[in-house]
């Protein structure tokens, strides 16, 4: 047996291989693997020499260990070989790249590759995924354990088994031989999810290829809305379609709505005649209204049945509907009262559904908003509410897995906002081209280039005044930075409590919040005009410092205060005004009081 113990591929790429002459034939390139019992097996090796290649069967390698490896053939009698897509080379193929860890449920990279004897050959029996794979391979895992050991601390290995990983690409079903896709079928349709967010969409789309139906809709449920058009876009009609009808109406009517109109009409076309009228009535309703949220599968039965009719409704019913958390009650279809599943099974056999029936009904139009629908939720603690027309007709509910979605979306909106770029629309940044994150944050950073054009038109405006006294630059930056700071911490505030709908009393909120605003101008002006004089030793300079830090902070809460309620009163999303637009404002107001302050104490500072 040429392998001797056990090695890791990066401990043997690149080394010479000699042979019986003990000249060298050339230097190891890659590793052939092929499906092998019970592990993948090596069946060859890749050499290059001259930048030329060449194979060497397993069988024909006499030595193969960290220290030496060597061949029983001459140099001369080398095969030449050409790299090939049908050979599954261990370096191009496994190392580094992303694999499905089907015992821990997530996507990993392969770091290194473990390599071990068995009977004859050498089998691939785990994938290094951790910190120490890294290190060996730019020749640094001893050195790093050498200065671990100092410290008395250890680098933990971080190998998974062969036999609980599952390669993506198409090209490496032939080394799966143990992980077979059932096994990722069995994850947890979330857990695919995640892994299939984390890849590439060509190799995501593959994963999902191979799922059964049932566990292929709850994925596709959990996919962000640009991953699911593009696998369903990938899958045949018919497979689709079948997806798509095993998905709740509200889940299928979302991922039809990204889709290409020819598409979703096709679509349709493939699923049975009720479920695509039930899919068809919820796209009619926007996106962001509780229409466009709700689903139409719901349980509701007449005042008049006895609980006991009810409750056997209730398990004949509820087994095809996907969340069942109330009854409601609807008299001609209007709805009249409601009732939870723990009055319904603790009432006496006997009672009527009018007599148990909450009839103090919280509920939503089919028009409100998101926002108004999560504020109904969670002021009244429900787990879903109901969805009327104008007529008080029960459409459908929205329930609270689904306003979570909602409410995180638009987290991430306003989070983005905040930070002064554009809703990233297109999911993961690994999946889009450059030019598209370029156009998404570009336009706010030309705002910040444009603020930074007038803030230099600022300070040449006062150039007079900065020749004269040259000391007021050392502060420029100081009064820039806490004005801005002082007026985004504000701005942040304003929005977070706009959102959340929390303002009781909108002048209470604003009096309180520039209070607070002049309190902390008022303690970091004197702190900045301390410092100054002290620094400088200059008590004037102190002084104009810290009447210019208390007017710029006490104008940045003011701004800060002002843009997100007048945004909001005028229906603009209010955490646009919440980054750059402040900030930038912010240090031209900052400079300009500064320099004004300082040209009407000139005569002292002179």
Known sequence: MPLFGELFISEVIKKPVFD????????LKDIIIVKGDPLPRVSAIVIEKKKQLFKIRWEQINLFNKRIISTSLIANLLEPYAFSEEDLLAVRDILDKQIVDVYGAKVVRANDIKLEGYD?????????????????????????????????ARMSHNLIGWNYIQPLKPKLKTIALTVPRQMVSELHPADI??????????E??????????????EALSELHPEKQAYIINSIDTEKAADIIEEM??????????????????EILEHIEKEESEDIQELLVHEKDTAGGLMTSEFISYPPNISVKEAIERFKKDAGEIETVYY???????KLIGVTSLRDLFIAEPSARLAEIMETKLIKVSKNDDVEIVAEMMSKYDLIAIPVVDEEGHILGIVAVDDIIDVMEKEATEDMYRIAGTSELKFGSIEDVHPFQIVRSRLPWLLLCLLGGLISSMVVSRFEATLTTIVVLAAFIPVIMGMAGNAGLQVSTTMVRSIALNSIANHWRYIAKELLAGLMIAGITGIVIAIAAGIIKGMPILGAVVGMAMFLSISTSTILAILAPTIADKIGIDPAITAGPFVTVFN????????????????????
């Open 327 to 333: 009854i409601y009650v609807d008299e001609n279809e």
């Open 20 to 27: 019986p002459k003990g000249e060298i034939t050339g230097k």
């Open 193 to 202: 999810a995640e892994i299939i967010s984390k890849v590439p969409k060509d």
């Open 204 to 217: 995501g789309a593959h994963l999902f290829k191979d799922l059964d139906v049932e566990t292929a809709a």
């Open 248 to 265: 709740p109406p509200d889940d299928a009517a979302d991922v039809l709505s990204d889709l290409p109109a020819e598409k979703a009409k």
């Open 120 to 152: 004859e050959d050498a089998v691939v029996i785990a994938v290094d995924v951790g910190m120490r794979g890294i290190l060996r391979r730019l020749n640094m895992e001893r050195i790093s354990e050498s200065f671990l050991n100092l410290l008395h």
């Open 587 to 606: 240090d031209i107001l900052g400079l300009t009081i500064y320099f004004t302050v300082a040209n009407v104490f000139m005569g002292y500072l002179l």
